[in-house]
T-cell receptor, first 113, second 114 residues
């Protein structure tokens, strides 16, 4: 099956710094990738839809200047959390679409101290 | 309004017993339905999906689900669970006309014990 990777799997950063998370589709090309956020014991909330070669589409309430998304190639999308604060601590999961199905990455645990 | 509901936040069950995890949705348009499993600190793995055709869908790990359009439900079942099935299960719906976006339910924690 299709494989999606995320890097890093865990990251701890200090408040005010920026963190970049990578999402890669390893064996297929994905024109569309998605970024989700998951709080402990809660469901996944879609943050944005990332389209290769164009601007991301953000869900209502998600700050696009804080969560920068770049989908520079058909196999790579990046999420940069700018000026991170403790409330940004969360589990971030990406997915990549291949035909009718989304394949999910293993997630990135971000802790902001 | 379009929504997905998983009424049971936790389902405790003994090993080798059957289990049903409930999922209901609300929609005025056609839907595609999915069940995912999430193990601790991991991403989501697709268990099964309904896109069209037979309303009874079989997935991996012995799970199956049945699409009931009149009851707007897509309940997940397994006739005999194993300890290793302990995980979080998410129902997800793609509403037609919303591109490829998935709307997730709040999840059901399946806890299998001896």
């Amino acid at each position: 099956g299709a494989v999606v990777s995320q890097h890093p799997s865990r990251v701890i950063c200090k408040s005010g710094t920026s963190v970049k998370i990578e999402c890669r589709s390893l064996d297929f090309q994905a024109t569309t990738m998605f970024w989700y956020r998951q709080f402990p014991k809660q469901s996944l909330m879609l943050m944005a839809t990332s389209n290769e070669g164009s601007k991301a589409t953000y869900e209502q309430g998600v700050e696009k200047d804080k969560f920068l998304i770049n989908h520079a190639s058909l196999t790579l999308s990046t999420l940069t959390v700018t000026s991170a604060h403790p409330e940004d601590s969360s589990f971030y999961i990406c997915s990549a679409q291949d035909r009718s199905e989304q394949y999910f990455g293993p997630g990135t645990r971000l802790t902001v101290t | 309004a379009q929504s997905v509901t998983q009424l049971d936040s936790q389902v405790p069950v003994f090993e080798e017993a059957p289990v049903e995890l409930r999922c209901n949705y609300s929609s005025s348009v056609s839907v595609y339905l999915f069940w995912y499993v999430q193990y601790p600190n991991q991403g989501l793995q697709l268990l099964l999906k309904y896109l069209s055709g037979s309303t009874l869908v079989k997935g991996i790990n012995g799970f199956e689900a049945e699409f009931n359009k009149s009851q707007t439900s897509f309940h997940l079942r397994k006739p005999s669970v194993h300890i290793s099935d302990t995980a979080e299960y998410f129902c997800a719906v793609r509403f037609t006309g919303t591109a490829s976006k998935l709307t997730f339910g709040t999840g059901t924690r399946l806890q299998v014990t001896l």
